[in-house]
C-alpha cells in the first residue's frame, strides 16, 4: 500500500514539473521585439496619464483595408496633437493573425505594416512598439476566420510637466493652453499688463504700481510687475534681463526715439496755469510732427489733503492732459498714464502746504 502511494506521488510531482516547465517556456520570449514590449508592462498599473484606446486595423493578406485606413489617420492625427505639445508617447502596435502554420511571422508582418503606414505619415518610429501574438486571442469563434487577421494600435501618453511651454507646470497650471511665447502670471494664465522699470539719466528712478487690491513699487532698473486686471494684486517684482525685455518691449523700444524729451505742465487744482497753458501748445506742435511716439504722464500733487484724495487728483491731472493730446488728434503709439499723488515731491513739504511748483505732470516723449 505505501510503495502504491509512493508511486502515485511521484507521478503527481511529474505531472506538476512538467507543467511548470511547460508554463515557464510559454511565458519565455522568442524575440527581442516581445522582450522590448516586456519592459513596458508598467502600461496597465496605470503609470501613464492617459490610455487612447483606436479602433482594430483589419489586413488582407498582410496589406491594409480601404476601410481601416480611416482609422489609422485618426491615429496619425492624435499622436502629433500629442507630441506637437511635448508629452512623452509611446504607440504600441500588436499584430494578430488567424490560425495557420507561419500565424506568428503573419502577425509581425501586419504589425509591421502598419508601423510603415504610420512612419510614411510622419509619426516617429522611436515612439512606436512593435508586439506580436500569432494567432492568440482571435476576433472570430473561428481561429482561422479572415477576422482575426488584424493590429490593434495603443497611445500611451504622459503629459509633460509643463504643457504650453510657458514656464508653469501643468499642477498649477490653470491655462494649460496659452499661446507659444505669451507672457503668463504664476498660475499659467495671461498678464492682461505688464510694467518695466527702464534705465534712464535719473538717479533713484522708481514707480508705483496700484489697483484696487494693492500696491506695489518698483525701485530698481530692469524690474518688471504684472497686473491682470484691476481688482488683483500687482506681481512682486522680478528683475529680467536685457534680452527678455527686447523680447517683450522690442516694439515699442524700436518705435521710441533714443532722445527722450521731457516736460513739466504745471497746475492750478485741475487747470492748467497760464504759462503751462502756452508751453502745452508747444508740445501739441512738437508731437504733431512726430511720427508715432510714445507719451508718458506721471501726475503729482502737493501735501494739500490726504494721500488718497491727492492720488486721484494726480491722475485727473494725467487724464486731462492725456485728453487735450487725443482731442488734437495727435498719432501716438502709446500714453501710459500714472500718479504719484503727493509721495514724489519736486520741492519737500510739510503735510498741508501750498506749493505751485508741486502740483505737476511730468510729460515724457520717446
Known sequence: ???????????????????????ALALTPKDTNTLQIKKYSNFIDGDFDEIVRFDEIYMYDVDIKEDSK???????????????????????????SFKSSNALEKSKENALSV??????????????????????????????????????????????????????????????????GMKVGEDGCKIKTLIVLLPDKKTNSSILIATDKSSVAVTKPNQIVSVRSKDSAPSNPKEIDTNEIKNLFGEIIDATNTEQLSYILYFNK??????????????????????????????????????????TLGSQRTQSVANTIQSAEITYLKIDQDTYGESDLAIPTDDNMDEQFNRRVELFIH
Do not use: W
Request: include cysteine.
Open 1 to 23: 500500500m505505501q510503495k502504491i502511494m509512493q508511486k502515485n506521488f511521484l507521478i503527481s510531482f511529474t505531472i506538476i514539473f512538467f507543467l511548470s516547465i511547460t508554463s
Open 70 to 96: 480611416s482609422t489609422l489617420k485618426d491615429v496619425v492625427d492624435k499622436v502629433k496633437t500629442y507630441t506637437n505639445k511635448s508629452n512623452e508617447i509611446i504607440v504600441n502596435i500588436i499584430g494578430y
Open 115 to 180: 508601423q510603415a503606414y504610420l512612419s510614411e505619415h510622419g509619426i516617429d518610429k522611436n515612439i512606436m512598439r512593435i508586439e506580436y501574438r500569432g494567432a492568440k486571442d482571435p476576433l472570430h469563434l473561428s481561429a482561422d476566420h479572415a477576422l482575426s487577421n488584424r493590429a490593434i494600435v495603443t497611445m500611451y501618453v504622459t503629459l509633460a510637466k509643463d504643457l504650453d511651454q510657458d514656464g508653469v507646470l501643468r499642477e498649477q497650471d490653470k491655462c494649460p493652453d496659452t499661446q507659444r
Open 270 to 311: 485741475l487747470e492748467l496755469t497760464e504759462e503751462s497753458k502756452e508751453n502745452f501748445q508747444n508740445i501739441l506742435s512738437i508731437l504733431s510732427k512726430m511720427q508715432s511716439p510714445y507719451i508718458q504722464l506721471i501726475g503729482h500733487t502737493d501735501t494739500v489733503g490726504n494721500s488718497n484724495s491727492n492720488k
